[in-house]
């Protein structure tokens, strides 16, 4: 059975340090992983995507992300934090098969960025 | 622009009270999902359709009903079986037509249910 982790219900950072949002998971098949952002009071958009092309993925607003087998991880990562990153980030999880009723959530990370 | 509709964005509702949540998305997706989240739960499927006048059960389907009559619209009601309905719901939908295993799932913007 699938299952994602992510380690840390709640991430602070000053304005311009890095950003590191932690996102571990189990699977028996090589995974498609994902994450999401969501700001307050809206619906998930997604940040980027994992599907088994390079480990290396970029995404939106100058996030990317690792996927590592060797340590079922795909921690997401930004270099300088912007006050407008702050929001709730979830990763996500599914099998190759592409059924997104089998979409498994993490719990989310709440981001707040300090001035 | 395409998108996915929520209305209403908040609701308000009296015990014993059965509530609609309307969705509507232009995007031309195949299938559609409801999604509830509560504080430190993340997200929890309540159902899912994957093409029109067809749906299935997601993990906590027990209190809510759906249909499907149109492929642009998935309403869900909740009843008053629905014992702790006081939550943000999130409508999305996904191409399925899409390379395998990539769909991505495009979100509503939500509609926050308080019973009072």
């Known amino acids: 059975a699938q299952s994602v982790t992510q380690l840390g219900s709640h991430v602070s950072v000053s304005e311009g340090a890095l950003v590191l949002l932690r996102c571990n998971y189990s699977?028996?098949?090589?995974?498609?992983l994902f994450w999401y952002v969501q700001y307050p009071n809206q619906g998930l958009q997604l940040l980027l995507k994992?599907?088994?092309?390079a480990t290396l993925v970029k995404g939106i607003n100058g996030f990317e992300a690792e996927f590592k087998k060797s340590e079922t991880s795909f921690h997401l990562t930004k270099p300088s934090a912007h006050m407008s990153d702050a929001a709730e980030y979830f990763c996500?999880?599914?099998?190759?098969?592409?059924?997104?009723?089998?979409?498994?959530w993490g719990l989310g990370t709440s981001l707040a960025v300090n001035p | 622009d395409g998108g996915i509709t929520q209305s209403p964005k908040y609701l308000f509702r009296k015990e014993g009270q059965n509530v609609t949540l309307s969705c509507e998305q232009n995007?031309?997706?195949?299938?559609m999902y409801w999604y509830r989240q509560d504080p430190g739960q993340g997200l929890r499927l309540i159902y899912y359709s994957q093409i029109v006048n067809d749906f299935q059960k997601g993990d906590i389907a027990e209190g809510y009903s759906v249909s499907r009559e149109k492929k642009e619209s998935f309403p869900l009601t909740v009843t008053s079986a629905q014992k702790n309905p006081t939550a943000f719901y999130l409508c999305?939908?996904?191409?399925?037509?899409?390379?395998?295993?990539?769909?991505?799932?495009?979100f509503g913007a939500g509609s926050r249910l308080t019973v009072l």
């Open positions: 994992y599907t088994s092309a």
């Open positions: 699977s028996s098949v090589p995974p498609y």
């Open positions: 996500a999880v599914s099998d190759p098969a592409g059924n997104n009723r089998k979409l498994i």
């Open positions: 999305a939908s996904s191409n399925q037509r899409g390379s395998a295993g990539a769909n991505v799932l495009t």
């Open positions: 995007l031309n997706h195949d299938a």
